[in-house]
């Protein structure tokens, strides 16, 4: 149990459903083996996704889950239909293939385009997989490839990692735990503000009201 789902259980605040994080990639990134090996802490033996895979995944701190789309060529028109409602995307490369790296560039951007409402704040967080391979793409490498440092508005990060050992996976969500809290904290501060306003726009309108009454009563005085 994350840290804020333990406060809100343990003091009975409202508990917030989970947030939904969608992981994409091209076919064969190791999207399953990655989401397994965080889930289970081992590598089971996996099967190309051809829907999703489902998952509920923990972190120090945050609980959510994750909606593992199957990358086959096919299957990338549909991963539209699964944005709804996400706060952040796990973008998986096959950091090896070098040969598809422009290939994943533009479905990312597809992704994270204009005409995609859903995910116009979802966060970002890019697994540099398969780092153990010799002729492997480094973080610096894929972030230039992906043209990650031309997003604006969006918290994003890189994370080089190795599904299969695990190494990375951690650091990742912890990254993306922290990027969900903050985002969470900013709605929690727009709510604060908004009721802030609200309090001092009745404020101001009683105000006025007590005014305009005192003017009242004294033209009415005046006629006495």
């Given at each position: 149990?994350?840290?804020?789902?333990?406060?809100?259980?343990?003091?009975?605040?409202?508990?917030?459903?989970?947030?939904?994080?969608?992981?994409?990639?091209?076919?064969?990134?190791?999207?399953?083996?990655?989401?397994?090996?965080?889930?289970?802490?081992?590598?089971?033996?996996?099967?190309?996704?051809?829907?999703?895979?489902?998952?509920?995944?923990?972190?120090?701190?945050?609980?959510?889950?994750?909606?593992?789309?199957?990358?086959?060529?096919?299957?990338?028109?549909?991963?539209?239909?699964?944005?709804?409602?996400?706060?952040?995307?796990?973008?998986?490369?096959?950091?090896?293939?070098?040969?598809?790296?422009?290939?994943?560039?533009?479905?990312?951007?597809?992704?994270?385009?204009?005409?995609?409402?859903?995910?116009?704040?979802?966060?970002?967080?890019?697994?540099?997989?398969?780092?153990?391979?010799?002729?492997?793409?480094?973080?610096?490498?894929?972030?230039?490839?992906?043209?990650?440092?031309?997003?604006?508005?969006r918290q994003w990060h890189v994370q080089p990692s190795c599904a299969t050992s695990?190494?990375?996976?951690?650091?990742?969500?912890?990254?993306?735990?922290?990027?969900?809290?903050?985002?969470?904290?900013?709605?929690?501060?727009?709510?604060?503000?908004?009721?802030?306003?609200?309090?001092?726009?009745?404020?101001?309108?009683?105000?006025?009201?007590?005014?305009?009454?005192?003017?009242?009563?004294?033209?009415?005085?005046?006629?006495?």
């Amino acid at each position: 149990m994350g840290l804020i789902s333990f406060m809100q259980h343990a003091f009975g605040l409202p508990q917030k459903p989970a947030p939904r994080i969608i992981v994409l990639g091209l076919d064969a990134a190791g999207k399953t083996t990655m989401l397994y090996q965080i889930k289970l802490g081992k590598v089971i033996e996996t099967i190309p996704t051809i829907g999703m895979n489902v998952e509920s995944l923990e972190s120090k701190r945050l609980s959510f889950t994750a909606w593992d789309v199957g990358g086959r060529t096919k299957i990338r028109a549909l991963w539209r239909h699964y944005f709804k409602g996400a706060e952040g995307l796990i973008f998986v490369v096959d950091c090896n293939d070098r040969d598809r790296i422009g290939d994943a560039c533009h479905e990312l951007e597809m992704v994270l385009s204009d005409d995609m409402d859903d995910m116009k704040e979802a966060v970002l967080l890019v697994f540099a997989n398969k780092q153990d391979l010799p002729n492997a793409m480094t973080a610096s490498e894929v972030t230039s490839e992906l043209g990650l440092h031309g997003l604006q508005h969006r918290q994003w990060h890189v994370q080089p990692s190795c599904a299969t050992s695990g190494k990375g996976l951690s650091e990742g969500i912890d990254w993306l735990s922290s990027a969900l809290m903050r985002k969470q904290a900013g709605y929690l501060e727009d709510d604060e503000a908004n009721g802030l306003n609200e309090q001092l726009a009745q404020t101001s309108s009683l105000k006025a009201l007590g005014s305009r009454s005192l003017m009242s009563a004294k033209f009415l005085t005046s006629l006495l």
